[in-house]
């Protein structure tokens, strides 16, 4: 079955093709127009994707070397998401299966990252437990069989990609801050600063990044690297790399200790890591120490599945399509949809 996917719920308009489960084409068009304001504009965003969806749908169907008319089902993120953004790729998504006439299937945005690791040969067997970790999510799954899942716990409050998001715009490293803080943090010393970890307690996996965050931003301001009248940072180049390898040690302490938790917990062998954060360098070799040591399995997925991409949508849409579950036309954009 030859599916096209498509994924619009932030600031990535991706459009991809897959034949039987398997990425014929994946592209993603990162909107630029947000870094200058240290954080994604819901209405710029909504208006990037309305100029370049037309244009990423044609790429897809050209590197997978089909035209429209090969194809035979369409997906396209229902939600979460920011509500004008996913009203781009939902009504682009159900006006072309409409004029198709293709079966057309709403997806839970989650959901795609869950089964992001399914994309490559090599996949989870189940049962498995996801860490999906994100700009906008940070969420401990277990996973029994496709589609029979559970939200072990979640963030009370900011995501861990916000955390990395915020704290790189206090310390002037631009957006999104993730990457930025991973490849500063590499001449760094993580034990430099010691920020607080937020376990909660031991019997949630839920997580809290707000107060880490709140805990560079104190810092900057006792030893005085910080004008907030001026909003201006004064710091020399190792400090900076402290900063961020010791902000990011706490982060991904966190992270890592939750999930061998929770798969101690449950006794499963096989841990999945997936969405924005899952690219982070640190928690990958931490995580994969970890698991080795366990003899446990490691997944995570390559850098264009971590991010949000349009590959993750489609495969959920095949798998949805192979059990007889599609949408109707009238189905509505939800921004919180929930992941249950
Ligand atoms: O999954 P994603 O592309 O979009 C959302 O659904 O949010 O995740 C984006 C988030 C951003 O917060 C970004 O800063 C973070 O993922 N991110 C990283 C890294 N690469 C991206 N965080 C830490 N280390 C990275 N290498
Ligand atoms: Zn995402």
Known sequence: MII??????????????LDGGTVKSNVISSQLV??????VVPELASRAHQRMIIEVVDEALTKAGVTKN?????????????????????????????GLQVPFV??????????????????????????IVSGGHSMLVHVKAPFEHRVLGQTRDDAAGEAFDKVAKMLGLGYPGGPVIDKLSVDGNPRAINFPRSYLNHDTFDFSFSGIKTAVLYYLKHQGLFDPDLGELSINQQHLADICASFQEAVVDVLVSKTLLAANELNVKVIALAGGVSANSSLRKRMKHETEK??????????????????????????????????????????NLELT
């Not at 947000?34 to 954080?39: L, N, S």
């Not at 396209?76 to 299966?97: E, H, N, R």
């Open 294 to 335: 366990r003899h446990f399995k490691l997944f995570y997925p390559p850098l264009e599945y971590c991010m949000d991409n349009a590959a993750m949508i489609a495969y959920v849409g095949w798998m949805k399509l192979q059990r007889q579950i599609e949408s109707g036309f009238d189905i509505p954009a939800v921004a």
């Open 34 to 39: 947000h870094a200058r304001y240290g954080g």
């Open 106 to 131: 709403g997806i839970n945005h989650m959901e795609g990252h869950l089964y992001s690791n399914f994309l490559t040969k090599e996949k989870p067997s189940y049962p498995f437990v996801s860490l």
């Open 4 to 17: 096209l996917g498509i994924e619009t719920s932030c600031d990535e308009t991706s459009a991809a093709v």
């Open 70 to 98: 090969d194809l035979q089902s369409i997906a396209a993120t229902q939600g979460p998401g920011l509500a004008g953004a996913l009203l781009v790729g939902l009504c682009f998504g159900k006006a072309m299966a409409y």
